[in-house]
């Protein structure tokens, strides 16, 4: 059986989603779990962007090689002596450095974009292979834009780039205009016709402006790719990319199909979706196939019954194998705490340290109060929001409200900082805007509300609700994040940790260099 290697830039083309925003410490607990996940090569950035981005991949590097020396960290950089030299430094501490640079190669591009010609751009690329060769054994080159290039040019740009030195040379399909026919075919003519293509890697990597982001990676398999380009939840620019889990799951799912294997232990996938989905503050939609709060749910009828029968009725693959639960999990408040760390473990959070289980077991009891029934999910929202925290310079210590059709929303909020413990009260166009203008009166903090969106944790009328926001401060992007029954308290927590994140600096500079790939 083929193996493809499973390439995932989730930390590079993902992060440059709009409003997305990852400090060092949280890129690298996303890349130790890409490694526990098992993928091959972790794009961790593009150091050349930011003076952040830089310090990020070299921090990735670093614990990557101490923890799990098999992956491979990456670098991008543009077909620029700079961008390579500054990747070099940045993936130099990796146990398997790769530097993957790139040049467009569509006529639109190269002439509007980069006024160069043909040649001037083959030049560059080999160039920037053989440049990169000189830091690095491991060189990827991306011909960006190569579904609106001319067949014949990328036929004679991969042959020279692949005789300087690189290693993978990749195929991006960068504004999504391929149907899965055309990308496959693609494939196989450069297969057919690039001199010394046997001896690399072929490289996808599909976006998803018109959907057919993983349909067109795996077209790309079949006709001979070697390598998959994806990210955790299909995040990236403008629609996003290939979703890891859906390319991972189809070759899994129909191997009797593909033919084709991959790295990845899929019981980690579920988990890795809710951690880059916490951290970037982009909510995974329910019907999301693989890791979607609704892909093994069954409401009908028909399909509850099919399932009880026999659950491969409806169920193609199961829950279990990509780190679900086949049921909901019930915990109480008669539940104990050997109970609940049992539930931590089973739920994949066996590594807690003693004081963090004990301050969740706390909060789970606090739960416990205000809900009939806790599920698994209840459980791992509160681990997530945990995981977030920072050291806590602003404590919510009392939300009101008043609200009601005909009259004025008010709101009173008590906070206590470092100096002391603070009351205000606002009013505004609806309960969670007075809440917010009480806290800024209290923090005197200007913060500009971007985004604000509000999930169920799970069903039923008490269930929690989850806010996540995104918010401006003095050039500063910051997420934060709430957990509450009482969605108000909720909005009002997810202000909270905005306030505490900017006092601890974290956030990211809102200015910096985009690639397109």
């Known amino acids: 059986m083929a193996h493809v290697k499973i390439f995932d830039t989730t930390l590079r083309d993902g992060e440059q989603s709009p409003g997305v925003a990852l400090n060092v410490r949280e890129k690298v607990e996303i890349a130790r779990q890409l490694a526990r996940l098992g ?3 972790i794009e961790a950035g593009f150091p050349i962007a930011s003076d952040g981005d830089f310090e990020a991949v070299r921090a990735i590097a670093a614990a990557i090689t101490a923890e799990n020396p098999r992956v491979i960290v990456a670098g991008l950089a543009r077909a620029a002596r700079g961008d390579i030299e500054r990747a070099a430094q940045a993936v130099e501490a990796a146990g398997h450095p790769r530097i993957h640079t790139f040049i467009a190669t569509s006529p639109i591009h190269m002439e509007k974009k980069l ?42 740009i991969f042959t020279e780039a692949i005789r300087a030195g690189a290693t993978t040379v990749n195929v991006p399909d960068t504004v999504g205009y391929m149907t899965p026919w055309e990308y496959g075919d693609l494939i196989a003519y450069l297969r057919a016709h690039v001199e010394g293509i046997d001896a690399v890697d072929v490289s996808t990597h599909c976006h998803d402006d018109l959907g057919l982001a993983v349909a067109n990676s795996l077209a790309g398999v079949r ?18 990319n290939a979703g890891l889990e859906e390319i991972v799951m189809a070759l899994h799912t129909r191997r009797d199909f593909w033919g084709h294997s991959t790295s990845i232990e899929t019981r980690e996938l579920y988990r890795s979706s809710r951690l880059v989905a916490m951290y970037t503050g982009m909510v995974v939609p329910p ?62 959070y066996a590594e807690l340290p003693e004081d963090t289980v004990n301050l969740l077991f706390k909060r789970f009891k606090d739960l416990c109060d205000r809900k009939q029934s806790v599920t698994s999910d209840d459980i791992r929202a509160l681990v997530d929001v945990e995981a977030t925290r920072v050291p806590a310079t602003y404590v919510l ?9 005909g009259m004025t929303p008010v709101a009173t909020v008590r906070l206590t900082t470092d100096t002391g413990t603070y009351a205000e009260a606002a009013t505004g166009d609806g309960p969670v805007d007075a809440v917010y203008k009480a806290l800024e009166r209290v923090a005197q903090v200007a913060l500009v509300l971007e985004s604000y969106e509000i ?50 600096g974290v956030g990211r500079d809102l200015a910096a260099p985009v690639a397109q790939g």
């Open 39 to 41: 993928v091959d090569v």
């Open 115 to 156: 006024v160069l010609t043909p040649d001037q751009v083959v030049e560059r690329a080999v160039e920037s292979v053989r440049t990169a060769k000189g830091f690095v054994d491991d060189v990827e080159f991306s011909a960006e834009d190569a579904g609106r290039s001319d067949r014949d040019f990328l036929v004679r």
């Open 223 to 240: 006709a001979g790719a070697t390598q998959v380009e994806c990210t955790i939840n299909g995040i990236g620019e403008r629609a996003g």
């Open 287 to 348: 019907n999301k196939a693989v890791v979607g709060d609704n892909a093994f749910a069954h409401e009908s009828g028909i399909h509850q019954d099919g399932v009880l029968k026999a659950v491969e009725t409806y169920e193609i693959m199961s829950a279990e194998t990509v780190g679900r639960d086949a049921g909901v999990l019930v915990m109480g408040k008669h539940s104990g705490r050997r109970a609940f760390r049992k539930t931590l473990v089973d739920l994949g």
């Open 397 to 405: 210590e009392m939300v009101q409200f008043q609200s009601g059709t």
């Open 455 to 504: 999930r169920s944790v799970g069903s039923g009328k008490d269930a929690l609700g989850e806010v996540t926001v995104r918010m401006r401060s003095e050039g500063r992007a910051v997420h934060g994040r709430g957990l509450s029954t009482d969605v108000v308290e909720a909005s009002a927590l997810a202000y909270v940790d905005v306030l505490n994140k900017l006092a601890a």
